[in-house]
């Protein structure tokens, strides 16, 4: 009895040391993984930022950050009011219409936020910044463009083409 009783602690201390070290190590995983990919970081590392310019940065981040929530936070509400209306019976194509023309007109907003953003970000710079800012958005677009797209059974990008090497038009299932 004594020797299960010594076996049972011994098990109980290795599963509770077990754990203890499988958090700790995704803990650690985590935050390496997150360390220095921050846009925020990135940018102010890449740009080899002042201190001056770096106080200035994080309080125009900060600004978008909370302009972006508010934007986003409207554009959820709208999009939630959209998508309510699967469940009726009948759907009303006025509302419709109007729900993704003020959605769309969001995006707008939010396309001009992020813009000016930037605009702000590069009044921060130097004349060196400003070309390796300008870089580092042109690289960062045209990954955006190829991430978003899932691949081609092909192997090239957008749809196949058709007839006489024209590709085919959008369907219209709406």
Avoid: W
Avoid at 113 to 139: A, G, V
């Amino acid at each position: 009895m004594k020797k299960n009783t010594i076996l049972y602690v011994f098990l109980a201390f290795l599963i509770v040391v077990n754990g203890y070290y499988l958090v700790n190590s995704f803990n650690n995983q985590n935050n390496k993984r997150n360390e220095g990919k921050k846009p925020v970081s990135f940018i102010k590392q890449q740009l080899n930022f002042t201190e001056s310019q770096s106080q200035s940065f994080e309080k125009l981040n900060n600004k978008h950050h909370a302009n972006m929530m508010q934007i986003n936070d409207a554009l959820k509400e709208l999009k939630d009011a959209l998508f309510n209306n699967l469940s009726s019976d009948s759907v009303n194509e006025k509302t419709v219409d109007s729900l993704t023309s003020l959605i769309g007109n969001k995006q707008k907003v939010i396309e001009t936020e992020i813009f000016y953003h930037f605009k702000s970000i590069q009044d921060l710079c130097n004349d060196k910044q400003k070309e390796k800012l300008k870089n580092i958005l042109k690289d960062a677009l045209r990954r955006g463009e190829n991430e978003d797209r899932p691949p081609h059974p092909n192997g090239q990008q957008g749809p196949p083409e058709g007839e006489n090497g024209h590709r085919p038009p959008p369907p219209n299932d709406f």
